[in-house]
């Protein structure tokens, strides 16, 4: 469904039960998957890629060359930036052209969310499932299961799939109380992170087909 007052480019790609609300933008080439909901005012840039049911919230603008994974969320005028170093005029006073600068996008993995009013700043990562409080700046890349609040955004917790705080059940097991599923933490580069614990199950059927540990 698209509303009238939608402009959506004729290059662009809307998939299939995907919704486009009053006064949204779709620009050139841009690729909306399946199921996706574009919120009232909100802005899709020339060539950003959005995979299946995404929803992006009223006036959020999302500037290419963003990339988001299947089932993102953007909340209400949240922004993801595509300029390093904006100016609006070059170093001898010309107004700048689209040949002046090259723009660097905003990679958001599968099943993230951006709060309200939060900036990503390009060309940063959001991790797999992974949660921007509601007006943080993001500067650094946010690992897989981090909330991340602040300003810059730091990493305050850890969150599951359900997006719930994960609570410490054993020395480096993280349980979510919403579903029951279990969590392990690492070091990696000499950083926390988090990973999804393995099910005896899963194990077994790994190792029987031959899979390295």
């Not at 992974?130 to 602040?150: Q, R, S, W």
Request: aromatic share 6%.
């Amino acid at each position: 469904m698209i509303v009238d007052t939608a402009e959506v480019d004729p290059s662009a790609e809307v998939g299939e039960g995907t919704s486009i609300w009053q006064l949204a933008q779709v620009r050139e080439n841009a690729v909306l998957g399946p199921g996706c909901i574009i919120g009232r005012g909100a802005y899709i840039g020339t060539g950003v890629r959005l995979g299946a049911n995404c929803k992006v919230q009223n006036h959020a603008l999302v500037y290419e060359p963003a990339h988001l994974e299947n089932g993102v969320f953007i909340g209400p005028a949240a922004v993801l930036t595509n300029d390093e170093y904006p100016r609006a005029i070059n170093p001898d006073g010309t107004r700048k052209s689209g040949a002046d600068w090259e723009p660097v996008g905003v990679t958001l993995r599968e099943g993230c969310s951006i709060g309200a009013r939060a900036v990503c700043i390009a060309p940063v990562t959001v991790g797999r499932w992974a949660t921007v409080a509601a007006g943080a700046v993001v500067t650094t890349d946010v690992p897989d299961f981090a909330l991340v609040a602040g300003v810059p955004a730091r990493r305050i917790r850890w969150v599951g799939r359900a997006g719930v705080p994960l609570m410490e059940s054993a020395p480096g097991v993280w349980t979510c109380p919403r579903t029951g599923a279990e969590y392990e933490e690492y070091t990696h580069d000499g950083a926390a992170r988090l990973r999804e614990r393995r099910s005896p199950a899963s194990h077994d059927h790994a190792a029987s087909r031959g899979d390295s540990q």
